[in-house]
């Protein structure tokens, strides 16, 4: 069910779709049915705003499946994000759950951003560089570490986040950030 405000300001609840129905179920070690969604997206893109609506429910398995098949789907097609840019910066920052945080790490990257939008998505990714889901903090450095190609003012900036997490982080983080320390030093 999702809370909707009517043209009179009063709340009501509206059923929820049947796309995200299909993202119930099973645990979050499973991604359900995320590739028919897809696929539906895929033959529907007039319903790729519904996956947004998947990412404010309750239920965090329609969360995190929803945010995979946004971001599976916006890594093929970017520019279905660009409406969305707002909210995508607004559930980055606000959200807690760490799959949705990892995936809203892949997605930022492929969104066209303002010099203040690119500045509130650069600190929200440091602000994952923290988080306990050592998945969150790989594809945060990864996503610091495309910005910082295209910009040589974060350039050092996110090579000293990389050089501490690389000297302190899990075998993961610190293979990855060995990685994008070699891919920063080129000109």
Known sequence: MLLHKCDQGN???????????????GDRRSIGKVKDVIQDVINRPALFDVLFDGLSVDDPLIRMRAADAIEK???????LLQPFKKLVLH????????????????IIPRLKLTAKDKAL??????????????????????????????DQKLRPRVIKALKELTATGSPAIRNRGHKLLLKLSKP
């Open 11 to 25: 709340m009501y609840i509206s059923p929820m779709h049947q796309l995200l129905r299909k993202l119930r179920g």
């Open 121 to 150: 998505a650069i600190e929200i990714l440091f602000g994952y560089l923290t988080d306990k889901s050592k998945i969150v903090v790989t594809f945060s450095m990864q996503a610091l570490s495309d910005f910082a190609i295209e």
């Open 91 to 106: 559930l980055a920052a606000k959200s807690h759950q760490q799959e949705v945080r990892w995936h809203m790490a892949q």
């Open 73 to 79: 789907i916006s890594g093929d097609q970017p520019q």
